[in-house]
């Protein structure tokens, strides 16, 4: 196929897909097919290549096409909504970065990776996305953010390259930082390629240096299938600034920015922060849009698994001191969509799906093994099985350090968590002994104002929850426990 062939097919499915998607309403008709059938399996012949998009605390309801959000500018992002197949409630199994990234690329719970907060290192025995592909006859390639490798705060030891047995699998193209927000800025910085010489920018926005990265690597011949990560930095803070910061003249088109309905109430740092938040997401958007394109004139876009992801949300201070930490939906729903061999669409599923899907999902549209280890599921039976529609639990379970030694759940109708208060979430990574902390009903509080945890006529209502969470603590390996309820109204 020629590359101006592919460019017409390209833009004759985002305009089918626009109209079909446009004619139900962008976002809100689920369970819609396509023109292919979802959740077909790759066709004979080379496997297909698969690039991984992450970025850093973005929240779910920014994507345009969701209709969550009237100011957001998603317009690429919202583009492989309409052309592939994306879960509207995924949920991330820990809302905070580092044990995020550890659920994502093993399909398994935080606290099974060693990574269960910030810094501390994720095992190095464990299968991954990226050594089970390479197993499969995949490259595997990484560029921006790792930080997935112990490091220290206080000597700045391990902020910077990444050696070989610490990749978890990336053993091809490596251009990255362990601790990126810290030896990168919005306009200069250093990451490290593969042996450790240094690759510095400046004058360049990050996520611009970052894209140019991949459309590098996009540009070269591939002699096999590839998996590219491409890990971006932005919305998150820059830490060291503790503000949003984004590209120059684009914070100033969000000075009057449409609040969302969940920050309106609560005090935080919303105010000062969104116009930069809005910015930063309008250049993800951009960066998606760059590679999208540099795919399609490569002529491997027809031939590309392209998924976009968020490692978490953003409350902006309002439910702690920072921005995650948190089992509400601003801090744990996450972007989750797919486009390319085997996610035809346009189709926006509605159940509650996990992070650590991910993987699973993506070894399974490779046509490679899932490791009987990995805990997370295959989603691809939901794009085209009634039958896994219908068994689907709609229940994700929440791991919280940090903050907290915490835990929760996530159902179609109900947020409920606990904590052991007594121990601190930056010291322990679990406990056996937990207290009934925090409960809403999302049917009739949406955006979780209103917390329910002891009050007297939902405590059968918190039974079931409890039951609930902590046979979902057993599942995910962890040791027995005790809840007790909260008991705020006799």
């Known amino acids: 196929m020629t590359s101006k062939t592919s460019r017409r097919n390209f833009l004759k499915a985002s305009a089918l897909s626009s109209l079909a998607l446009g004619s139900a309403g962008a976002g809100v008709s689920m369970h819609q097919s396509g023109p292919a059938a979802p959740g077909a399996e790759p066709g004979a012949g080379r496997k297909p290549n698969i690039v991984l998009f992450c970025s850093d605390q973005m929240r779910s309801d920014f994507v345009g096409a969701y209709n969550e959000n009237s100011m957001t500018r998603t317009p690429n992002i919202d583009g492989m ?16 970065c580092s044990p995020s990234r550890a659920c994502m690329i093993t399909g398994r719970y935080a606290l099974e990776t060693g990574e269960w907060k910030i810094a501390v290192g994720m095992r190095d025995d464990l299968p991954t996305l990226a050594s089970v592909l390479r197993e499969n006859g995949y490259t595997t390639n990484f560029i921006g953010k790792w930080h997935l490798m112990k490091a220290d705060h206080k000597t700045h030891a391990g902020y910077g390259w990444v050696p070989p047995e610490h990749r978890h699998g990336f053993l091809d193209l490596w251009e990255g930082a362990n601790e990126f927000e810290h030896t990168t800025h919005p306009y200069y910085g250093t990451i490290w390629d593969t042996e450790g010489k240094e690759i510095t920018y400046k004058d360049e926005y990050r996520i611009d240096f970052i894209t140019g990265r ?20 932005e919305p998150h803070q820059q830490n060291d600034l503790q503000r949003v910061v984004a590209p120059k003249g684009y914070a100033e088109r969000y000075m009057n920015p449409l609040v969302p309905a969940d920050l309106r109430n609560l005090p935080g740092d919303w105010q000062e922060q969104l116009p930069d938040y809005y910015g930063c997401v309008e250049k993800i958007d951009e960066s998606m849009g760059t590679i999208l394109k540099t795919l399609e ?23 702690n001191t920072e921005y995650k930490r948190s089992p509400h939906d601003s801090s744990i729903r996450i972007p989750f969509i797919f486009q390319g061999p085997g996610f035809q669409g346009p189709m926006v599923r509605d159940e509650i799906v996990n992070m650590i899907d991910l993987t699973p999902t993506l070894l399974a549209a490779a046509g490679a093994p899932i490791p009987a280890s990995m805990k997370g599921k295959n989603l691809m039976p939901l794009l085209s099985s009634r039958e896994a529609q219908d068994a689907w639990d709609n229940t994700a379970y929440i791991q919280i350090s940090e903050s907290m030694v915490g835990r929760a759940i996530r159902t179609r109708q109900w947020c409920y968590c606990v904590a052991d208060r007594s121990r601190r979430g930056t010291e322990v990574p679990s406990s056996t002994r937990y207290d009934e902390y925090q409960m809403y009903n999302l049917a009739d509080d949406p955006y979780q104002q209103v917390n329910l945890a002891g009050r007297q006529e939902y405590r059968e209502k918190a039974a079931e929850l409890r039951e609930l969470l902590l046979k979902r603590m057993t599942e995910a390996g962890e040791a027995p426990a005790e809840i007790t309820p909260a008991l705020l109204y006799p």
């Open 81 to 96: 909504v309409r052309r592939g197949s994306s879960f509207k409630y995924a949920v991330t199994n820990q809302p905070l």
């Open 297 to 319: 004139e490569e002529n491997l876009l027809d031939n590309t698994i392209v998924a976009f992801i968020s490692d978490h949300g953003c409350h902006f201070k309002i439910r």
């Open 214 to 233: 991949a459309v590098r690597f996009l540009k070269q011949p591939h002699e096999k299938p590839f998996f590219l990560y491409v890990s971006q930095l």
